[in-house]
């Protein structure tokens, strides 16, 4: 609980703190000293402008494919520039979807951004492609319009599920023979809330890095540019230096403290020796930071969960609810179980919801870009 005192001089309103549900909800209190009266404002960050509370309900980890990585800074720099005629300037690429988040209903949040922000704000029309752009009499107007818009932006997509994701993709007869043979074990007793559905096919076997939101058509080429970018200039170098090496899948971990309450089962991921492994890490966790440089991924944890899934509640069948497994026993059983051994020789910008072929039969993911190393 935090506690302002002030004396009222006057009925202009305060300005609203920047935030991301609206104004700060307070409760102000009169307080007497005397012949002055003051007032004391009391600001409770566990309660919304409706009085409800604000503590996130946070679900389990369930796994980068159905989670997004979130990112500290919405923006990570930009350009404001002083035009001829003595104006600052800014402009920021807006998803066409979501220019109507910013105009409002009849154009009722547009105008009200540039009330505020005494700026002139211009949006494409909407399914026209172009960048928002910022006009106004001083930087600080137009970074503070640039940082609300940027703030809408980013509010409207954290709702939205990933599209599409960075991936490792797994090549191996003997991890995927494995596989089907440690579901078949488990199968024979299955211990509470296991059923088949849990497991992972085979075919789609890969180690997520990053998961992504795209929009459009020139997120996706600044995606694939992003990918490119990265690898000439973080992963190469790296690369070099593991090269030949193998990534190894051997015992299985869990994503949760509880052991009798799992969501996500899944493979460790090991190389020959501890310096080799370190570099692997930080192949993931350059293509995480660069993908959340241009906004199109969020960053969740300071590194990335180098991890091959094999059971997760996500895959299970819509009749089956998506509840937690009890997997004591596959911790104890399978500790240390081998399930072999696979070379790093591409990554992936791979689309979700592409796992199904014309036939019907399950198939890997569709790439919209491949990294040959």
């Known amino acids: ?16 703190f920047f935030t ?50 979130v990112c500290e800074d919405i923006e990570d720099s930009y350009d404001i520039t002083l035009t001829k005629n003595g104006k600052f300037f800014t402009s920021l690429y807006v ?12 154009g009722v949040k547009l105008k009200s951004l540039q009330r505020d922000t005494n700026t ?28 609300q818009i940027a703030m809408i932006v980013a509010q409207r997509k954290e709702r ?13 007869d003997t991890i995927n023979e494995n596989l089907i043979q440690f579901k078949n074990e ?29 929009l459009d058509e020139d997120e996706l080429d600044l995606a694939k540019k992003n990918l490119q970018t990265c690898y ?4 190469a170098g790296i690369y070099n230096e593991i090269k030949g090496n193998e990534i190894t899948v051997q015992g299985v971990e869990i994503m949760n403290d509880d052991p009798a309450n799992v969501y996500v089962l899944y493979g460790k991921v090991k190389m020959p020796n501890d310096t080799l492994l370190t570099k692997l890490q930080n192949i993931a966790d350059a293509l995480n930071s660069y993908f959340c440089r241009v906004g199109i991924a969020k960053k969740e944890y300071e ?37 072999g051994s696979f070379e790093l020789k591409e990554l992936h910008l791979c689309i979700r919801g592409t796992t199904t072929a014309d036939d019907g039969a399950v198939k890997y993911y569709d790439t919209a870009s491949v990294i040959s190393l």
């Open 232 to 235: 000439n200039e973080s992963i």
């Open 1 to 16: 609980m935090f506690l302002v005192l002030f004396r009222i001089m006057s009925r202009k309103h305060f300005p609203d």
């Open 120 to 147: 002139i704000i211009k949006v494409p029309r909407m399914n026209e492609k172009g960048e928002v752009t910022i006009t106004g009499e001083s930087e600080r107007k137009v970074a503070s319009a640039r940082a």
């Open 186 to 214: 488990i199968m024979e007793n299955p211990p509470a809330g296991v059923t088949e559905s849990l497991f992972q096919n085979p075919v789609k076997l890969h180690l997520t890095i990053v998961m992504l939101k795209i």
């Open 303 to 339: 590194k990335v969960k180098l991890h091959m899934t094999l059971m997760n509640t996500s895959f299970r069948k819509g009749s089956e609810g998506k509840g937690s497994f009890d997997a004591t026993d596959i911790l104890q059983k399978y500790r240390d179980f081998y399930f």
């Open 20 to 69: 991301n549900k609206g104004p700060i909800p307070t409760t102000v209190t009169p307080l007497q000293f005397g012949k002055m009266t003051y007032y004391q404002s009391r600001v409770n960050p566990d309660k919304d402008e409706y009085g409800h509370s604000s503590k996130p309900n946070l679900k389990p980890y369930t796994d980068n494919d159905d989670e997004m990585l």
């Open 95 to 106: 998803p066409s979807k979501l220019l109507s988040y910013i105009i409002g209903a009849k």
């Open 160 to 172: 939205m599920q990933p599209t599409h994701f960075i991936a490792i993709p797994i090549v191996s």
